[in-house]
DNA sequence: CTGTTAGCGCCTTCAT
DNA sequence: ATGAAGGCGCTAACAG
């Protein structure tokens, strides 16, 4: 019986012994798995027909060992099950699939020390690159140790958040003009007293903030601390409980602006227990679509963002930057790419 | 300046050049780092500042190749972006992070060959384990080659869909009883002309379609070829396009039972879209509950199944599976695990 | 307690 | 066209 390896009780064929059976060199066989280098069409075929007898399959780790390359990219993000995390995950998986890379994924649960946990052992694991959500904030000064985790030692983009500090690539959204638009269009409409529920406090939620804050500054009206939360991990539930209590200590909130999906959601979810109905008695405008909100009563205004493309270019320029840095170059050209956000107009905003 | 390395552009420390600044040799270098065998206090210390100072990191990559483990698993799955997946996707996450495991995700689209050739990729990569949604059919007969990479040569744990031939664990869900128990509300409601639209023709599947015939001749009624289309995906649109497909060409039909989420979604707006109403013009059942189903007018009744629980429970039978072989041992038992689906009533299935 | 050494599996000059 | 040999970074067995 074959010996099998004591570690995992099964046993890897390895180029020695598909060159022992095959009657050559090992370095004839990596010739023919790996395609380089000449070797005479006859003994081409005695090694591959012992290759696959055999069920040879090179061993990746031993080339990385040599390469310096694993051909895998991480990706750290707070919330995998978020659908705008998934979506994201799906393109870049689907790009960087195309170029022969694997993808490995962390999940935070927007545990900042998970993240720094996860950078460490993605480094660790040597991956090519990194594409990361991070949930620091956007104001974090880092220390050495952490500068070489978080400052693009290894080809990173960043995605959705950005660190002020940092100077990778970040691929992002407009949150300051879609947060505008929107804020806009609720006073437009009468509204004044607008409650709004932010996720977790990184730079994505601060921007739209902000982006409110102009809007109402903007339209002489004041900015009411009383009428934002914060979320922790901007869950459905917290969407739900903030729902609540904003709209139950705040008699005068006419109108509702949850900053994501899954808040969104736990705020359709609070109106309906609490029977409150949109637009009548509270107008509201969503942030990331999702397909129901068309044909909800009454579909859902909705500040929307092109997760495709986020992931996509996240990955496409990730593959660049990897690209260059093995041909000795040093990419320049704009840190930031930001993508213009759509407001989708409904029937969830009403006139007062 | 330091020498980088040309294939990266970077410098990795490695355990030499800390051996070298500390004025040790690499195995106490590696004892301090390992924390194996012993060293004296002094010589730690003086060790670990180098070590700090330098920010070194071992490299897993050569500690893979002595140790013949990667701490890291595959998953493969049809279409990460699908909630169904994404939430088993989280739950896995969850538990082999805690057991100091790495996740590769790779997506196929729902496509076998896309698969294979995943699988070539992830046992080339020497992941330590694998848990799959296959796309082949339950039927499906292995070649030799095939059958390294599907029957456990990798410590496997199947999800969601079985392959009859494979004798690997598969934690399920018990499709056939979720269907039977939907058609019989029906049936019981007085609908006899049920139309059904699937997923991939997986063995997942195949079984909820088997309990939906099975319902229907336990109550007399015969089965209509007609009444039941198959997703090449298992898309919003091929719901959406189906469901218009089925109720234009069987006026009879008086219910529908999407068999998943993503198909229910695109029947619920092929619904809209035709101005059909749930229940009064058509009877619903969906399969897969989200979080809006529970206040969409009418409130959706589903068949639901426990993703988080399918999830941690593949992942912790994959880690035992892992950890016997590493001792040796083969574990015996059962090989599948279904779990039992809820019925969740509400108020989209009426009587006629 | 610490150093030396021999691989892990592959790739890659350098000879032949 | 093919083979021999060294080394990637780390671990572990064996000396000292």
Redesign the interface.
């Known amino acids: 019986m074959k010996k099998t390896?004591?570690?995992?009780?099964?046993k890897?064929n390895t180029i020695k012994e598909v060159a022992e059976r095959a009657g050559v060199s090992q370095a004839t066989v990596g010739r023919v798995v790996g395609g380089y280098g000449s070797v005479s069409k006859k003994t081409y075929e005695k090694v591959y027909k012992v290759i696959?007898e055999m069920?040879y399959?090179?061993?990746?780790?031993?080339q990385?060992?040599k390469?310096?390359?694993?051909k895998?990219i991480g990706v750290i993000v707070g919330?995998?099950?978020n659908?705008f995390f998934?979506?994201i995950?799906?393109a870049i998986?689907?790009r960087i699939?195309e170029a022969g890379f694997?993808?490995?994924?962390?999940?935070t649960g927007e545990d900042v020390r998970r993240e720094i946990l996860s950078l460490?052992?993605?480094?660790?694991?040597?991956v090519?690159g990194l594409i990361i959500a991070t949930t620091q904030l956007s104001n974090k000064i880092f220390n050495?140790?952490e500068k070489?985790l978080y400052c693009g030692?290894?080809p990173t983009v960043y995605i959705d958040r950005e660190i002020f500090s940092v100077n990778e690539l970040c691929v992002k959204t407009d949150n300051f003009g879609g947060a505008y638009d929107a804020v806009s269009d609720f006073i437009r409409k009468g509204h004044k007293n607008i409650g709004i529920i932010a996720g977790v406090p990184t730079s994505t939620m601060e921007q739209r903030v902000d982006g409110y804050r102009k809007a109402l500054s903007d339209h002489g009206i004041k900015f009411n601390e009383e009428f934002i939360r914060f979320s922790k991990i901007a869950s459905?539930e917290e969407g739900k409980q903030f729902t609540k209590e904003l709209l139950q200590k705040n008699k005068e909130i006419t109108a509702l602006f949850p900053l994501n999906n899954l808040i969104c959601?736990g705020t359709?979810?609070a109106l309906?227990e609490m029977n409150l109905r949109i637009p009548s008695n509270i107008s509201l405008i969503g942030w990331d679509d999702f397909?129901?909100a068309?044909?909800?009563?009454p579909p859902i205004s909705m500040i929307t963002q092109d997760t495709e493309k986020i992931g996509f270019l996240a990955a496409e320029k990730l593959l660049e930057i990897i690209n260059s840095?093995?041909c000795?170059n040093d990419l320049f050209g704009e840190k930031r790419i930001t993508l213009k956000t759509h407001f989708i107009h409904r029937e969830s905003c009403a006139k007062i």
């Open positions: 390896d004591e570690a995992t009780g099964r890897e696959k069920g399959v090179p061993n990746a780790i031993a990385s060992m390469s310096k390359s694993t895998t919330n995998i099950a659908p998934s979506e995950v799906y998986e689907n699939a694997n993808l490995i994924i962390s999940n460490e052992i993605l480094h660790s694991k040597r090519d050495e140790v070489k030692f290894i459905i959601t359709l979810i309906n397909p129901l068309a044909i909800n009563n840095k093995e000795g």
